[in-house]
């Protein structure tokens, strides 16, 4: 549990989901059936947020680099008129 309140107070959110993720796994055997319900369906729904999570960075990976490389372009091309300019 210590480890899951240091992720969270870290502040990185993938972190904390997957300490969340650990400690509803490790409960998991140890439930009762009716507690086991519950922390499957959470820890289902933990899964498919860190899915979509290291998806949703996957993109910005790519948009971030489209976007380097447009700046870069756009700034050769300026850096190019200004010093035909001066």
Do not use: C, F, H, K
Request: net charge negative; glycine share 8%; no cysteine.
């Amino acid at each position: 549990m210590a480890d899951l309140l240091e992720a969270v107070a870290g502040g990185d959110r993938a972190a904390a989901l997957e300490a969340l993720r650990d400690e509803l796994a490790r409960r998991l055997p140890e439930a009762t059936d009716r507690e086991a319900a519950s922390l499957a369906t959470q820890l289902r729904l933990v899964l498919a947020e860190l899915d979509a999570l290291s998806a949703g960075e996957e993109a910005d990976i790519v948009d971030d680099l489209a976007a380097r490389r447009a700046a870069r372009r756009s700034g050769t091309q300026d850096q190019g008129g200004a010093a035909g300019a001066e």
